[in-house]
Structures are given as C-alpha cells and as structure tokens.
C-alpha cells in the first residue's frame, strides 16, 4: 500500500516556523512523559529512551518531508492530531520494550490509551476535509502512523499473551511489503486512484487496531482474542493482494 507524494510548492519560511514549533513542543511532552514513566517506576530507563528515540526518528522523517511535500502553508490541525497519534504509539512502545511483564491495570491503561489514539485516528481526517486542507502529504502521515501504531500494538498483545505469536504478523505486514518492494519494482508503482480502493485500507486498518485493542485487555477470553485477530490479519492479506493485483495490472497497461 502506498500513496505517491508529489513535491508542491509551500510557503516554507511560515509552514516550518510553525511545524519547529509544534515538533519542539511535542518532543518537549513526549520527554516528560519518559521521565515520568522512569521516575514512576512502569519503565525502565533504556525502553524509555528507545521510545523517545523512535518518535524523535518520526519527527526527523516528518520534518525532511514536509516542505517539499506538504502543499499548504499551515501545518494545520489534522497533522497536529496525528502527531498527537504518533506519540501515542510511542508511548505505549516504551513498555511493550521492557522486559517486565505486563499487570493487570497497565494492560487496561494501555488498552484505554489506544483507543483515545483509535478515535483521534477520525478526528484527524475530519479536521483536514472540515478545513479544506486535504492531502496526499497528510494521508501519507496519517498512513505510516497507522502503521507503526498497528505495529506497536501487535507487539504489546503478543507481550501480553493475550494472543499467539503469529499476531506480530499483522504488525509486520506494511514494513515487509516495503521491504519486497526494493527487490520488486512493481510494488514501488503509486497505485491508481480508486476511492473504493482508499476506503478498503482505512477500513482495513480501524479493523487491525480494534482486533488488537480488544485482545488487550485482560477480560477478553484468549479464543475470542485469537479469533478477532486472525480475521484482521486475514483481511490485512486480502488488502495488500488487491493492492499488488492493482500495480501488476497498473504495469500491464503503462
């Protein structure tokens, strides 16, 4: 699944004055909340700083991206709600990382932290059509937080043992089709517009993170978790073979 990015032209000067200030802020939290984690006792210090070093990375890869690519010059709410979401994930990263086993009241703080982030994952896209400041720059943003959120949460289930092994499979999925793409040019192919298409994904995608939601807590019978995550992963195959089936017949026509 992919979404090419075309370079526009953008009011740098203003969009990154406010986009440092925004990342700067959000850096300044995401610290904080590290710290905090150390000082509290739910993190050791080396999984803390890997999760702030993991969100330091997005907002590095962020920033590279946005102002050849970004067409307005506002970084706007919807990014902001994102970036919000990325953090998130990061957060919840740093105790998936430690080795100590997940309790009871972390697993339901954790499961009630990913879901905030599941219905900021609406808020965002709803902000940028609201403000007409809809793009290819912020569904991309959007995509790759979907990712590593999805990616994060399957980690953190499977440390749980709320469900077996093969869930990492749903979280690894988006990062190994990148990786057969730089052995295979056809998966590199921006996929042709297709609103039916788009709207596969995204509903895709709110069914991978609600399956491992549900699985989190400790209230969910580990049938049912299983269950609910081998038909997100099911689905998840489904996707990226309509997707590939899309490039091949995109290259067949070029």
Not at 85 to 102: E, H, K, N, Q, Y
Not at 198 to 218: E, F, G, N
Request: aromatic content about 8%; glycine content about 6%.
């Amino acid at each position: 699944m992919s979404i090419q990015l075309v370079p526009l032209p953008s009011s740098a000067p203003t969009l990154l004055r406010e986009a440092h200030a925004a990342f700067a802020r959000a850096f300044g939290v995401a610290v904080m909340a590290a710290w905090s984690l150390i000082l509290g006792g739910a993190v050791q210090a080396l999984p803390a700083m890997a999760g702030l070093l993991l969100f330091t990375g997005f907002l590095v890869t962020l920033r590279r991206q946005l102002a050849g690519h970004h067409p307005f010059p506002r970084l706007a709410a919807a990014n902001r709600i994102t970036l919000i979401r990325a953090g998130s994930a990061c957060l919840i990263a740093c105790r998936a990382l430690d080795p100590t086993p997940l309790g009871v009241t972390e697993r339901w703080a954790l499961t009630a932290l990913a879901g905030v982030a599941l219905l900021l994952d609406g808020a965002d896209g709803w902000a940028a059509r609201r403000q007409g400041l809809a793009s290819a720059f912020g569904a991309r943003f959007d995509m790759e937080t979907d990712a590593i959120a999805i990616a994060v949460l399957a980690v953190t289930v499977v440390k749980a043992s709320a469900a077996p092994p093969w869930v990492l499979a749903i979280g690894a999925m988006r990062y190994l089709y990148l990786a057969v793409g730089r052995l295979f040019p056809v998966l590199r192919l921006p996929l042709p517009p297709c609103p039916f298409a788009d709207r596969r994904r995204k509903s895709i995608a709110v069914v991978q993170s609600l399956a491992l939601i549900a699985a989190l807590p400790p209230a969910t019978p580990a049938s049912w978790a299983a269950a609910g995550c081998a038909l997100a992963l099911g689905l998840l195959v489904y996707s990226f073979a309509a997707d590939i089936a899309m490039q091949l017949v995109n290259r067949a026509h070029r």
